[in-house]
């Protein structure tokens, strides 16, 4: 599978439950698409177990920023394993809340979803998470799209 291209996202939710103002939680992934145009419906494949997982499990609303390839550092970032909180890892990045879902959007991100889960389905060790999309934007036409292939983040010729 890993010679096959896939562009890469954040997908990011807000946890009103943990701590007084609650916590942001982001996490790069890969594994992201569209399912449906009639209705509008996206699916992202979290990690059992993972923070997102879990987050996602009780908390319905969450988003995706399409990376372009100048966010590269981004994506490092919210990939790494055994990671500093999810509070530090936004502290110096540009991001808005999403009128609709709560969620951090990254500014500079070619396009945006903010996303109601409307069904998860256990596959192996992740979750397949179906959401609708309840808004797309494109606010950012600047560079290319950022590409994962070879187990390396790369960018179109």
């Known amino acids: 599978m890993a010679r ?4 890469v996202v954040l997908v990011t939710a807000h946890d009103p439950e943990d701590g007084p103002r609650g916590e942001d939680v982001g996490m790069t992934a890969t594994a992201f698409m569209s399912v449906s145009l009639e209705p509008p419906l996206v699916l992202i494949s979290v990690r059992e ?3 997102m997982d879990d987050l996602l499990e009780h908390q319905p609303l969450w988003a995706v920023s399409v990376l372009s390839e100048s966010q590269r550092h981004i994506a490092g970032r919210f990939a ?4 500093i909180s999810d509070r530090l890892l936004f502290e110096d990045i540009a991001y808005y809340r999403g009128e609709r879902s709560g969620a951090p959007i990254l500014g500079g991100a070619l ?3 903010e ?4 069904q998860r389905v256990a596959a192996g060790d ?3 998470v179906i959401g609708r999309v309840l808004a797309a ?8 799209p ?6 390396r983040y790369q960018h179109l010729a």
């Open 80 to 83: 790494m394993r055994g990671r």
């Open 49 to 51: 177990g993972s923070r």
């Open 137 to 144: 934007r494109t606010p950012s036409a600047d560079g290319g």
């Open 115 to 118: 996303c109601r889960t409307e």
């Open 4 to 7: 096959l291209a896939a562009g």
């Open 146 to 151: 950022l590409i994962y292939f070879r187990g």
């Open 126 to 128: 992740h979750t397949l």
């Open 111 to 113: 396009a945006v979803l």
